[in-house]
């Protein structure tokens, strides 16, 4: 396993992982793998940027070894400490006796409470340098993208930007950079990557970004953590994420996705759809427990809209809808706009829970829910249907 050169003097030695189906405890389905991302920067003095996923360490060490010896290896910059980039952190440190490990305060305290402690570690704030002999490591502070204690770490003679966690996809591939592959595969990872990891700090995603463009940094690279590496026009994902965090970035589709016990919920939830498409919309439907939830976040991202529907059960929802209102709730797609919609027996309250969630997740219920009892009938399918319309002009 080799090393690849991604500009002069700078190499990828991450790792792949094409089994991985999971991240972030079965919450995001990670349906194309994803990449571990390490970066070596060789010169008077050597850096290696983040690392990779304890299981995967061999394969870094591997290629580390193809460009330089590890114990020439003098920085280890950690610019986030999560599990997946510093699982490798302590290895190498212990391989490079002498290395410097360079963080946030924040991050300290993380990896002291994860791994061994004895490091000599240098902490650092937005703008403070490291030289490795002509060739300069700045870095700026990130807090909440995605945790307290990210950074990103700038490259200033190469201009390159190295963000770990923000601008990444979950996407398993020889190839290195984002114009080498597949541009949907490319372009919905990386949606999905931003709707189920970085959607509730937009606020903050944004604020930083605006941050970074005020200091008018040059960029000709962006090489992040996970996925491809972006060069060739390299601040077209940094529009697209300032697109998602102010919810600028909307196309013509309304997502609906529901559960049923008896088959009238998946009635009602067609009957919306055919009104929703005739009013010149896209419906995107989603029945919940063939449906990947995460992917349902990520169609949700442009979408304008969103309906949930359940019938009930115990006065309540489905247990399989839960996972997709938790979501809501968390990931807060501020704004976005909702409606419910269900059935019930001889007892209602699902619709009152979905929308409880739509609450609580800040975003904008455009309609009453549209609730019915037992069967729907002819003259309430249509009813449904006219919903659907008028759930797509709102929307518009």
Request: charged residues 25%; aromatic residues 10%.
């Amino acid at each position: 396993m080799k090393a690849v050169e991604i500009i002069k003097d700078v190499y990828w030695v991450g790792g792949i992982d094409y089994d991985v189906r999971n991240f972030h405890g079965y919450s995001y389905t990670t349906h194309h793998g994803t990449t571990y991302n390490a970066y070596l920067i060789t010169g008077e003095k050597t850096a290696l940027i983040d690392a990779v996923y304890g299981p995967f360490s061999d394969e870094m060490f591997r290629r580390i070894s193809s460009v330089v010896s590890t114990d020439e290896i003098q920085y280890v910059i950690s610019n986030h400490a999560e599990m997946d980039h510093s699982g490798a952190v302590p290895e190498v440190l212990d391989r490079v006796k002498n290395a410097t490990l360079v963080c946030t305060a924040r991050a300290t305290d993380v990896l002291k409470k994860h791994y061994p402690d004895g490091w000599n570690i240098q902490t650092v704030k937005t703008g403070e340098e490291v030289d490795l002999g002509g060739k300069t490591l700045r870095f700026y502070e990130a807090p909440m993208l995605h945790w307290p204690e990210s950074m990103f770490t700038y490259y200033v003679e190469e201009e390159m930007l190295l963000p770990n966690d923000a601008f990444g996809q979950h996407y398993a591939t020889e190839k290195r950079f984002s114009d080498e592959v597949d541009q949907n595969v490319l372009w919905r990872e990386a949606e999905k990557y931003y709707a189920n990891i970085l959607w509730p700090l937009s606020r903050m995603v944004q604020r930083k970004i605006e941050e970074v463009v005020e200091l008018g940094l040059p960029i000709k690279t962006i090489a992040p953590s996970h996925g491809l590496i972006w060069r060739k026009d390299p601040l077209q994902i940094v529009t697209r994420y300032l697109e998602w965090a102010k919810g600028e970035r909307i196309n013509s589709k309304v997502v609906i996705t529901w559960d049923t016990m008896w088959q009238s919920t998946t009635k009602i939830a067609r009957a919306i759809a055919s009104g929703v498409n005739d009013e010149g919309l896209t419906p995107l439907l989603h029945l919940i427990p063939h449906s990947d939830r995460s992917d349902i976040m990520a169609d949700l991202l442009e979408a304008r809209g969103i309906l949930v529907g359940c019938p009930t059960l115990h006065n309540d929802i489905l247990p399989t809808v839960a996972p997709i209102l938790s979501d809501l709730e968390v990931l807060k797609p501020v704004g976005k706009k909702c409606a419910a919609f269900g059935s019930y027996g001889w007892g209602g309250g699902s619709v009152k829970r979905i929308q409880e969630s739509m609450e609580r997740g800040k975003m904008d219920i455009v309609l009453e829910p549209f609730v019915l009892k037992w069967v729907p009938t002819d003259d309430e399918l249509t009813k449904a249907y006219e919903y659907g319309r008028e759930f797509a002009r709102k929307v518009k």
